[in-house]
C-alpha cells in the first residue's frame, strides 16, 4: 500500500468550498489559504502606509531605513 492517495481505491469527500478527500492508510496535508482572513479596511491602510514609506525613503537605501522597512512592514504583516 502507497503512502499516498490511490486513485484506484475508495476516496471519500466532503465539504463543498474546500472539499475534503480521505482514504484510509494515506497521509493527508492541509492547504491554508489567508487571502480574506484580514479586513480590507487593515489591507488598505497598510498598503497606504508602506507607500508614503516608499514614496518618502526612496531606494538606495542605508541599512538602517531598510531595517525600518522590514521592522513596519515586513515583520509586522508576518507576525
Known amino acids: 500500500m502507497s503512502d499516498f ?3 484506484s481505491e475508495e ?9 475534503h478527500w480521505q482514504q484510509d492508510g494515506v497521509m493527508q496535508f492541509v492547504t491554508f489559504r489567508l487571502g480574506d482572513s484580514l479586513p480590507q479596511s487593515k489591507l ?12 518618502q525613503n526612496p531606494k538606495p537605501w542605508t541599512e538602517e531605513t531598510e531595517f525600518e522597512f522590514r ?9
Open 11 to 19: 476516496i471519500r469527500k466532503h465539504g463543498s468550498k474546500l472539499p
Open 71 to 79: 521592522r513596519r512592514f515586513t515583520q509586522r504583516i508576518e507576525e
Open 44 to 55: 488598505r491602510e497598510w498598503s497606504e502606509n508602506r507607500r508614503i514609506f516608499l514614496e
Open 5 to 7: 492517495l490511490d486513485p
